[in-house]
Nanobody
Framework: QVQLAEPGGGLVQPGGSLRLSCAASGINFSFYVMSWYPQAPGKEREFVATITGGGSTNHVDSVKGRFTISRVNAKSTVYLQMSSLKPEDTAVYYC??????????????WGQGTQVTVSS
């Protein structure tokens, strides 16, 4: 059974920092592209960062310089280090695992989401 467990999240003041983690089980972690998707209230889930099994990363412009995605394959865990947080970063953050295959071999999994609230 595949699980993506996301402990952490919480309340942080504007300008503060927070690190999210997502621990995977039931998959061959190093073969999966891992991503983070925040979903703000009343909005669609949006991609913000991704990392390949080899460690190549991509971040959307709105978080470049503030958020950093990383992974430790030996721990089957992906992280999202967030700094200079803004109230508009408030969202439920979902971890995503994608094996980047197509058709019958495609596998995509989601974590349960963790709430991040940026407020004074």
């Amino acid at each position: 059974q595949v699980q993506l467990a996301e402990p952490g999240g919480g309340l942080v003041q504007p300008g503060g920092s927070l690190r999210l983690s997502c621990a995977a089980s039931g998959i061959n972690f190093s073969f999966y592209v891992m991503s983070w998707y925040p979903q703000a209230p009343g909005k669609e889930r949006e991609f913000v960062a991704t990392i390949t099994g080899g460690g190549s990363t991509n971040h959307v412009d709105s978080v470049k310089g503030r958020f950093t995605i990383s992974r430790v394959n030996a721990k089957s865990t992906v992280y999202l280090q967030m700094s200079s947080l803004k109230p508009e970063d408030t969202a439920v953050y979902y971890c995503n695992a994608n094996n980047n295959r197509y058709g019958l071999g495609a596998r995509v999994y989601w974590g349960q989401g963790t709430q991040v609230t940026v407020s004074s």
